[in-house]
């Protein structure tokens, strides 16, 4: 956990300050959390080293619920941390959005759709061919590519009560209405802050992804400081 924190902070130090322009994307933040649907093929292990954790134990405190880190069950959420930045797209000078890109390492006859697919539709084969400077049909067999994973910090102009949220990717059957009563977010006040949070994804079932406030371990919301632009 500590050489994670370090490895944040590092992070966070050694990134470029980020020219605002207009875009969009002004500033990231340390932590934010993926929803990783948990499938009879995956285990905790695994879960772990896709965000580039040495230790699954690493995982355990974003995931109270997980008792017992031998038996969790397929359909689970499990949460795991990444840091969330103002990226740019290959060849284009300005940062445009929000996201984690977590380092991948290839083995030989991998495609964007099979690593999509590893993360469970964290990301997606055509958002990771936009996002890495190979294309698809380039992809090398050995070395490293981005999982861009889409994010956010909060919205100050929405609420200051909330900066950590959750990456979820709807399943079958799911909408924005029923992740967010599953995080305890379900009067008519805090559905229009999630409708807020989540432009466009009223209505959408079982595809795409939506933005969760969650709590971090200590229990807190990560308020945003007023007037404060975080990196
Ligand atoms: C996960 O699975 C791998 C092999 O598939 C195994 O080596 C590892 O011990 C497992 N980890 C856990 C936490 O069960
Ligand atoms: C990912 O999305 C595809 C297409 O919407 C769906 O068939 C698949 O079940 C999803 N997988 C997970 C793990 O969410
Ligand atoms: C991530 O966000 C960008 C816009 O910022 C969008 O074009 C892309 O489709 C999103 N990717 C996924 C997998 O939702
Ligand atoms: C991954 O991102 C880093 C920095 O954001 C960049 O230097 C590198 O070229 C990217 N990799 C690919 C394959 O696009
Ligand atoms: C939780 O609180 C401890 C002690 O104040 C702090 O060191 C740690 O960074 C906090 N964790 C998170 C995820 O903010």
Redesign the pocket.
């Known amino acids: 956990m500590l050489s994670l924190l370090t490895l944040l902070v590092v992070g966070v130090f050694g990134a470029a300050p980020v020219a605002a322009s207009g875009d969009g994307c002004r500033a990231g933040c340390q932590l934010s959390l993926a929803a990783y649907y948990f499938s009879g093929d995956s285990n905790l292990s695994f879960v772990a080293s896709l965000f580039g954790m040495a230790d699954y134990r690493a995982l355990l405190p974003y995931n109270p619920a997980i008792t017992n880190p031998d038996y969790v069950v397929t359909g689970v959420r499990v949460n795991a941390p990444f840091p969330c930045y103002c990226r740019s797209l290959p060849a284009a000078p300005n940062p445009t959005?929000l996201?984690g890109a977590i380092p991948y390492t290839l083995s030989r006859g991998e495609t964007y759709d099979t690593i999509a697919t590893s993360y469970a539709n964290l990301?997606?084969a055509a958002?990771l061919e936009a996002t890495n400077a190979y294309p698809p049909n380039r992809i090398p067999s050995a070395g490293n590519v981005n999982v861009t994973v889409?994010c956010s910090c909060g919205d100050e102009s929405v609420s200051r009560r909330y900066g950590l949220f959750l990456t979820y990717p709807l399943w079958d059957g799911e909408t924005l209405a029923s992740v967010a009563a599953l995080y305890g977010f379900s009067s008519p006040a805090q559905m229009k802050l999630m409708r807020r949070y989540n432009p466009g994804m009223e209505g959408v079932s079982g595809k795409?992804?939506v933005f969760i406030p969650v709590k971090d371990p200590n229990g807190s919301y990560h308020p945003l400081k007023s007037g404060v632009c975080r990196q």
């Open positions: 959005f996201a990301t997606s958002w889409n795409g992804i």
